[in-house]
């Protein structure tokens, strides 16, 4: 089984507007709702994709239920803290006009200690039950940002593969416990490691000196470019397929679970590359929060290409 941990799930809203008016009324022409949260979209996917997947949340009060309610309907198994304070909203704005979307976010919590130790040993359990755990996302108030290092002890413990999917501080901690498998984007990467990178050269130096960190698996997303990898100190580049990108809500999301879906199967990390970028790219190609559908990850896989490279030598 393939376990997600979601320590700050949300309602994703979408509105679609013409053109986003400050200091005015605005009309809304459409508006699409859906549960959201790192852990919560990857299950989605891993469970679309046909794999056996357990999302385990900290959820509360309505927007709780709506969460648990859209898991149930998809057949995801879930494995709740009830929380006192209600699950958070998170809106983006969507403009007709092409400009990047507006997003409001509230930061969730505060998660009370009792709500902690809970999930704390809620998570033991699962990680003697699970191949791989997924850890990622924002953290909520009232837990510290060294909880993914915890998490990630948890499931080293279990003999569960742990897989980090966070940015800054969280990131940073996280990495210390040395999980299996981390996926930043390259602005996540640039803020982890304090530098800026010009070209995928760059890019692949970084993950291989986040490779002698201990870190089995390194995957940076780059957006349309694809992705670069570092598998047992061999750097690959992924492509994207060309598709029609209408919101990049869950991509990266999406682009674990097709890769721990193949790797859980024991396909190698050509395959998994293959399948995580057609993953991300069918959910980039759905509106609002949906994720994508297998069907479109499977004919997307036939157009990513996956080659072996070598990082250019630094120059003086």
Same mark, same amino acid.
């Given at each position: 089984?393939? =376990? ?7 309602? &994703? ?82 403009? =007709? ?144 397929? @060309? ?18 879906? @193949? ?23 759905? =509106? ?7 069907? &479109? ?14 990082? =250019?030598?630094?120059?003086?």
């Amino acid at each position: 089984m393939i =376990s997600t941990i979601t320590l700050n799930p949300t309602i &994703d809203k979408t509105v679609y507007i013409a053109k986003l008016s400050p200091n005015d009324t605005n009309r809304v022409t459409r508006v699409e709702i859906d549960a959201g949260g790192k852990g919560i979209n990857c299950s989605r996917m891993l469970k679309r994709l046909g794999a056996e997947t357990m999302v385990v949340a900290f959820l509360g009060g309505t927007t709780g239920d709506f969460v648990s309610m859209v898991l149930g309907k998809e057949g995801v198994a879930l494995e709740c803290v009830p929380t006192d304070k209600p699950t958070r909203t998170c809106v983006c704005v969507e403009e =007709s006009t092409g400009v990047p979307p507006t997003t409001l976010n509230e930061r969730g919590g505060p998660v009370e200690h009792r709500e902690l130790v809970a999930l704390l040993e809620m998570a033991k359990d699962v990680a003697r039950k699970s191949s791989y755990m997924v850890f990622g996302g924002s953290v909520p108030t009232g837990v510290n940002q060294d909880i993914y290092r915890c998490l990630i002890d948890i499931a080293n413990a279990g003999g569960a593969k742990a897989v980090l999917d966070a940015d800054g501080e969280a990131l940073a901690e996280g990495l210390k416990a040395k999980p299996f498998m981390i996926k930043p984007n390259l602005e996540e990467l640039e803020r982890l490691l304090g530098v800026g990178f010009e070209s995928q050269s760059d890019v692949a130096r970084a993950a291989l000196t986040l490779a002698e960190r201990g870190i089995e698996l390194i995957v940076i997303s780059l957006g349309k470019q694809g992705a670069i990898a570092c598998y047992k100190e061999m750097i690959y580049h992924a492509t994207c397929p @060309e598709v029609k990108c209408v919101s990049t809500i869950g991509s990266g999301d999406s682009m674990i679970a097709g890769m721990l879906y @193949e790797l859980d199967r024991g396909a190698g990390i050509v395959d998994a590359l293959r399948t995580g970028c057609a993953a991300g790219a069918a959910t980039a190609m759905s =509106s609002g929060a949906d994720i994508g559908s297998a069907e &479109d990850a499977a004919t997307l896989k036939l157009q990513v290409k996956v080659a072996r490279i070598e990082p =250019s030598p630094i120059s003086h």
